[in-house]
């Protein structure tokens, strides 16, 4: 039997972590805002704090990790308050954006990522650079972060069969979207977490691969 169903309002952590190595790459805490067979959904707030691996830098625009000192440094998220859709099974998340002052809706996103896994303090994946984004209207999608991706594969990041099958599932997204398929078959535009929400926090386990 696995890890316990999360409660809305739970504080967890999301990570992207590299399964052959056992290591977490990237770490962010969020709300739980539905935990069931069909939906997990997380609320990350503007100030929201994570982690992320530090070292060397290079690749597209200086973004992707060349040499890992074994340390990490924080991560701030600004300016918007962010929720996160996913179906069990899928290789991707969506996401919309809200200003956080206004609450008026800014971008829509597919974040292309392996299918997640659930822990004790939260749910593991890994992210596979090519993502898509709209506008506030989400009536017209574009390719993000083609240059990492193909980076990543010229330099074996990624395998060009996962880059290819990363790329059908971010047209079955938009797909999915676009028709109103379950869940976005719900107004989520006029969502609104729990006032008694603050900001969430990393648990002290964070670091550990499987806690």
């Known amino acids: ?6 409660a809305p309002g739970q504080a967890i952590v999301w990570r992207s ?11 962010w805490p969020a709300f739980v805002v539905a ?14 704090i994570g982690q992320q691996r530090s070292g060397e830098r290079g690749g597209p625009r200086g973004r992707v990790l060349l040499h890992w000192d074994g340390g990490y440094g924080e991560l701030r998220w600004r300016d918007m308050n962010v929720l996160m859709l996913h179906r069990p099974g899928d ?4 996401w919309r954006a809200w200003h956080a002052a206004t609450w008026e809706v800014a971008w829509r996103y597919v974040n292309l990522e392996e299918p997640w896994t659930r822990t004790a303090i939260g749910f593991d994946s890994k992210d596979l650079y090519l ?10 999608w574009h390719w993000k972060d083609e240059d990492e991706a193909a ?7 990624i395998t060009p069969e996962v880059l290819e099958a990363a790329r059908a599932e971010g047209s079955r997204a938009v797909a999915r979207i676009q028709r109103g398929d379950p869940p976005h078959d719900r107004d989520w535009d006029a969502w609104r977490p729990d006032p008694s929400w603050t900001v969430p926090f990393l648990p002290d386990a964070w670091k550990e691969y499987e806690p």
């Open 1 to 6: 039997m696995g890890p316990p169903r999360f």
């Open 151 to 157: 980076w990543a594969a010229e330099n074996g990041r």
């Open 35 to 48: 935990d069931s067979p069909e939906l997990i959904a997380l609320y990350r707030p503007i100030g929201t």
């Open 131 to 140: 993502d898509l984004w709209s506008e506030r209207d989400g009536t017209e």
């Open 17 to 27: 972590v590299w399964r052959s190595d056992r290591i977490v790459g990237t770490a």
């Open 91 to 94: 290789m991707h998340s969506v």
